[in-house]
């Protein structure tokens, strides 16, 4: 059984940084893997995507201040958050599309 579990999420003040990671178990963890975020009372939206050779997407407003990268060495997805911003608060979780696995989130408050 495949697993994703995410880790790295914190209070940070605007401007701030944080790095999430989502460590996967198993073989399936080499393909794609994205990053989503819920934030209160809206509804889950994706974020960023990395596949198994390294291109990457990502939604228009974190274009220039996130960025996802992988660790295939360690099954491990990254997601670089700089210049957080208040609208950035909400629950992020990693999900591996090919199989609908999903992981159980990280908080990431952003406030002063």
């Known amino acids: 059984q495949v697993q994703l579990v995410e880790s790295g999420g914190a209070l940070v003040q605007p401007g701030g940084s944080l790095r999430l990671s989502c460590v996967a178990s198993?073989?399936?963890?080499?393909?794609?893997i994205a990053w989503h975020r819920q934030a209160p009372g809206k509804q889950r939206e994706w974020v960023a995507h990395?596949?198994?050779?390294?291109?990457?997407n990502y939604e228009d407003s974190v274009k220039g201040r996130f960025t996802i990268s992988r660790d295939n060495t360690k099954y491990t997805v990254y997601l670089q958050m700089n210049n957080l911003q208040p609208e950035d608060t909400a629950i992020y979780y990693c999900n591996l599309p090919l199989l609908g696995i999903w992981g159980q989130g990280t908080q990431v408050t952003v406030a002063s």
């Open positions: 198993g073989r399936e963890s080499l393909y794609s």
């Open positions: 990395i596949t198994s050779g390294g291109t990457t």
